[in-house]
């Protein structure tokens, strides 16, 4: 009775939402037995899963060959995968199959509750460790399961999704539509995308999968779709034909894969080489370099004077020659330190010039100079933008290699470098050793941190007088440097930060005296420099934080955990200050710090209080990326 019982419930998933019709594809194409559903599968939960996420047979491939698997069969052939509603799945297919499902149920379920793919137990094989690991092990599983599959029918049309992701990637409306729609290719792309799926149906079998595959137009290909990047991959999904027996294309089986992450970490890579070769190009030639900037501020002032007074009717053949070779000689000049665009504009005005001097000779009536003069609006724009970009690559050389170039008032430039820094970063560049040179030149952008904790102490000393208090103010780790840019930042934090000391913590000489405390308060700014991070710290001893007046301001519930009446400090708006100061009480200090330092620095801010003792607030900076080429 139980056999007959299980037999019937086997029939009753089969038949569900067209589930059998799915599964009799895959028992004729892999001529499986009818009793491949193990006994310990739970018909009821499968069903149900089914139901809420439309599951069931989804289909894969072989990714790596698995030699150990069907009697060491290694060609690579579409797979089917049934996918269990407790988090595993039963490959009916070859080992070695990446599923195109999402797992399902709780990730607590060890590995012997599911009938685990062969092929993750392969790539784990190595070290039996990482599979004690249920985290790592089901993180494993899941990244693998992070893919988007569906499937095109002939007519180019996606007519079958098995993968959230997919729907995820390309929207859930995808099916019924042209797989080239939510791809949004150019007219040409989309034409060669419907071109190939139609070659597909028409030629495979004549060619094989491989050589169709190359044809594809879109291989290896990042295509921007709504802000992200994807990389298809496509396989072919056969069919055995009933009259015949022979396996046939039954449809295009294709993979969409997120490949964000790999597109950016090219384009950051890509830019920090630009940033690079123009580093190298300016230092190597430092000389020339300033040259060219000095030669420049004093040549484009002149072209723009003959301009104008050719505009306003002299038309000496000297004049527009003496304008030719200004521009010949900057566009030559600029070459030699990455300045691209530079030279491209500056070409654009040497080739008018010239065009006009032309025109000027055989033009004696000068109906022609008229004519061409309307042009002339675009050589002062191109003077502007020659002026702007002498000015960047100037800012340039300062944020990035510590150079700074200032025009003096006679007219000559003062360079101001770390000649010792300078020389030692040429040797290493010269000996090939382009990175450690680029460490080398980003500690000339760095500054004393002394003149920034100086600052504070006017800003202690100035406020507490305003507030009518008394404060000490002490600092030590003032000997580190710190990048150039990260001094601006910790700069503005640092000022609402002491504000906030003296505003909120910092008690009136008559109180303090009250409580047992010295007249004046005592405030403490310190920093510590280690390799990877930088730890900025201020604290006083002050009244501390008033957490319950904190939680009730902000409409808290008794009761209510201390680290979220804390975090009510860091919202926009926050203050429990009852009249707002020239500095205090609009509630944007602390919101400023925490922004600043966790979405600029990507760093963290740690704050300790005790009422009656002081509050301490720790600043955490990553230096990983501070000043980065």
């Keep these: 009775m139980a056999t007959q019982t299980k037999a019937r419930e086997k029939r009753q998933l089969l038949q569900h939402d067209g589930f059998l019709g799915r599964l009799e594809d895959i028992k004729d194409h892999y001529r499986l037995r009818s009793g491949d559903l193990p006994d310990s599968f739970d018909v009821a939960r499968f069903t149900a899963d089914m139901k809420e996420a439309n599951r069931g047979v989804v289909p894969c491939w072989e990714l790596k060959k698995c030699e150990r698997w069907f009697g060491g069969k290694k060609e690579q052939e579409l797979g089917m995968c049934l996918v269990y509603p407790w988090g595993g799945w039963q490959c009916w297919a070859i080992a070695g199959t990446l599923c195109g499902g999402v797992v399902q149920g709780s990730a607590a379920q060890k590995e012997g509750n599911c009938q685990m793919c062969p092929h993750y137990l392969t790539l784990m094989e190595d070290?039996?460790?990482?599979?004690?690991?249920?985290?790592?092990?089901?993180?494993?599983?899941?990244?693998?399961?992070?893919?988007?599959?569906?499937?095109?029918?002939?007519?180019?049309?996606?007519?079958?999704?098995?993968?959230?992701?997919?729907?995820?990637?390309?929207?859930?409306?995808?099916?019924?539509?042209?797989?080239?729609?939510?791809?949004?290719?150019?007219?040409?792309?989309?034409?060669?995308?419907?071109?190939?799926?139609?070659?597909?149906?028409?030629?495979?079998?004549?060619?094989?999968?491989?050589?169709?595959?190359?044809?594809?137009?879109?291989?290896?290909?990042?295509?921007?779709?709504?802000?992200?990047?994807?990389?298809?991959?496509?396989?072919?999904?056969?069919?055995?034909?009933?009259?015949?027996?022979?396996?046939?294309?039954?449809?295009?089986?294709?993979?969409?894969?997120?490949?964000?992450?790999?597109?950016?970490?090219?384009?950051?890579?890509?830019?920090?080489?630009?940033?690079?070769?123009?580093?190298?190009?300016?230092?190597?030639?430092?000389?020339?370099?300033?040259?060219?900037?000095?030669?420049?501020?004093?040549?484009?002032?002149?072209?723009?004077?003959?301009?104008?007074?050719?505009?306003?009717?002299?038309?000496?053949?000297?004049?527009?020659?003496?304008?030719?070779?200004?521009?010949?000689?900057?566009?030559?000049?600029?070459?030699?330190?990455?300045?691209?665009?530079?030279?491209?504009?500056?070409?654009?005005?040497?080739?008018?010039?010239?065009?006009?001097?032309?025109?000027?000779?055989?033009?004696?009536?000068?109906?022609?100079?008229?004519?061409?003069?309307?042009?002339?609006?675009?050589?002062?724009?191109?003077?502007?933008?020659?002026?702007?970009?002498?000015?960047?690559?100037?800012?340039?050389?300062?944020?990035?290699?510590?150079?700074?170039?200032?025009?003096?008032?006679?007219?000559?430039?003062?360079?101001?470098?770390?000649?010792?820094?300078?020389?030692?970063?040429?040797k290493l560049m010269n000996a090939g050793k382009t990175f450690e040179a680029m460490k080398l030149l980003q500690r000339a952008k760095e500054v004393p941190i002394k003149p920034l904790f100086q600052e504070m102490a006017a800003q202690v000393e100035r406020i507490a007088a305003d507030r009518g208090k008394e404060a000490v103010f002490s600092f030590k780790g003032d000997d580190i440097t710190i990048d150039k840019d990260l001094q601006v930042d910790l700069s503005a934090v640092l000022v609402h930060m002491v504000r906030n000391a003296i505003d909120h913590g910092i008690e009136k000489p008559e109180d303090r005296i009250a409580a047992g405390k010295e007249s004046a308060g005592y405030i403490e700014l310190g920093a510590v420099k280690e390799e990877e991070a930088l730890t900025v710290t201020l604290k006083d001893d002050g009244k501390g934080i008033d957490l319950e007046k904190i939680r009730e301001k902000a409409g808290l519930p008794e009761g209510t955990p201390m680290e979220q009446i804390v975090a009510q400090i860091y919202k926009s708006g926050f203050s429990t200050l009852e009249n707002a100061n020239t500095t205090s009480g609009r509630g944007v200090g602390m919101d400023v710090v925490k922004t600043t330092l966790e979405e600029k620095l990507k760093g963290k801010v740690h704050l300790k209080t005790e009422q009656g003792r002081g509050t301490e607030i720790s600043l955490h900076i990553p230096l990983k990326n501070i000043g980065k080429f």
Excluded at 154 to 165: E, Y
Excluded at 213 to 224: N, R, S, V
Excluded at 287 to 293: E, V
Excluded at 306 to 335: C, N, Q, W
């Design 127 to 426: 070290d039996p460790a990482k599979l004690k690991s249920d985290s790592l092990y089901f993180s494993t599983v899941m990244q693998h399961m992070l893919i988007g599959i569906g499937t095109i029918n002939p007519k180019g049309v996606i007519d079958f999704q098995s993968s959230r992701k997919f729907q995820e990637f390309l929207g859930k409306d995808v099916a019924g539509k042209n797989f080239a729609t939510p791809l949004a290719l150019s007219p040409e792309d989309d034409a060669k995308l419907n071109e190939w799926i139609k070659d597909v149906f028409e030629l495979y079998g004549t060619l094989s999968w491989d050589m169709l595959w190359d044809m594809f137009p879109l291989k290896d290909k990042e295509i921007p779709v709504n802000g992200r990047h994807y990389r298809l991959t496509m396989a072919p999904y056969l069919r055995r034909d009933a009259g015949s027996g022979q396996e046939k294309l039954f449809r295009v089986l294709v993979q969409v894969s997120d490949v964000s992450a790999e597109v950016r970490a090219k384009e950051l890579a890509y830019q920090e080489r630009v940033v690079t070769d123009t580093i190298m190009a300016r230092v190597k030639n430092l000389g020339s370099f300033k040259d060219f900037i000095n030669q420049s501020h004093q040549m484009l002032p002149r072209a723009e004077v003959l301009v104008k007074r050719f505009m306003e009717g002299d038309r000496s053949p000297a004049l527009l020659e003496e304008a030719y070779r200004i521009m010949h000689t900057l566009k030559g000049t600029s070459g030699n330190f990455a300045m691209d665009s530079f030279v491209k504009t500056a070409h654009d005005s040497e080739r008018f010039f010239g065009i006009l001097m032309k025109i000027s000779e055989r033009d004696k009536a000068g109906d022609e100079v008229k004519q061409a003069i309307g042009e002339f609006k675009n050589v002062f724009n191109n003077f502007q933008s020659l002026q702007n970009e002498i000015k960047e690559a100037v800012q340039f050389m300062a944020d990035h290699a510590g150079i700074e170039i200032e025009v003096e008032q006679g007219g000559g430039l003062a360079v101001n470098v770390n000649t010792k820094l300078l020389n030692e970063a040429m």
